[in-house]
């Protein structure tokens, strides 16, 4: 397959800042929603995470980038061939922690376990975007006709089942975020990023939350869930 993106030898090895600032910036806000949801549940905040339209668009910002840099780092792993190896691996590393966070809801939070979130969709849209590798027209067109719709209220089906999870992200529009994260790497965006030394050392943080993104969405919220419980019961 013959790709049309920066084919530059180095570009296997070389990691982008810019991509790992994105998703640290995505785990960092992350952790502020999950504190916050926290701090509702044991009533120091009073928040309505269904009804104020700030806390219903958070969460959609934060998978917003995760997606979008998952799909600009797949462009870029694969631009020389699809590694075969590596997508099983990560599909079922993936997919074994989703299944995880469905099975340990179903028991914790019978009526809001989650059956489809974030995992479930990044796990699902890193293998079906795979085709579109090394073809910006088709990213292009799948995003436009994944999102494009939603401002006429229209998006294609995704199974749901009749409770509320507490995190569904169905596959259908979220996948055009994908795609759109591959196409953005045609364009050259993904290569952007602070010169400044002072500059660099400040996003740091963030970077590193990038690079470890996923063991901090694993561990993060238990931890959170933990210490506030613990200040809850020392307080009252």
């Not at 917003?64 to 998952?70: D, E, N, R, V």
């Not at 590798?133 to 229209?154: D, N, Q």
């Not at 995190?167 to 953005?184: C, E, K, N, R, T």
């Amino acid at each position: 397959m013959t790709k049309n993106i920066h084919k530059d030898h180095a570009s296997k090895q070389k990691r982008f800042p810019l991509i790992d600032y994105t998703r640290g910036f995505a785990v960092l806000l992350m952790i502020i929603f999950h504190f916050s949801y926290d701090l509702s549940a044991f009533n120091f905040v009073h928040i309505d995470f269904q009804r104020d339209l700030f806390w219903w668009i958070f969460p959609r910002v934060i998978v917003f980038f995760f997606l979008y840099a998952m799909g600009q780092s797949l462009e870029l792993v694969h631009q020389s061939s699809i590694q075969i190896k590596k997508v099983g691996k990560r599909f079922a590393k993936i997919g074994f922690f989703a299944l995880c966070i469905s099975t340990f809801t179903y028991f914790a939070f019978p009526k809001n376990w989650i059956y489809f979130g974030t995992l479930h969709c990044i796990a699902l849209s890193s293998v079906l975007v795979l085709p579109f590798v090394g073809r910006p027209k088709l990213t292009a067109l799948a995003s436009a006709l994944m999102l494009v719709p939603l401002l006429w209220g229209f998006q294609l089906p995704w199974f749901k089942l009749g409770h509320a999870s507490m995190d569904y992200i169905p596959l259908f529009p979220w996948i055009g975020v994908v795609f759109l994260g591959q196409f953005s790497t045609h364009l050259g965006l993904h290569r952007y990023g602070p010169n400044s030394m002072s500059l660099k050392s400040l996003l740091l943080p963030l970077e590193l939350m990038g690079r470890h993104s996923l063991l901090i969405y694993l561990i993060h919220q238990p931890v959170l869930f933990g210490l506030v419980k613990l200040y809850h019961v020392a307080t009252y």
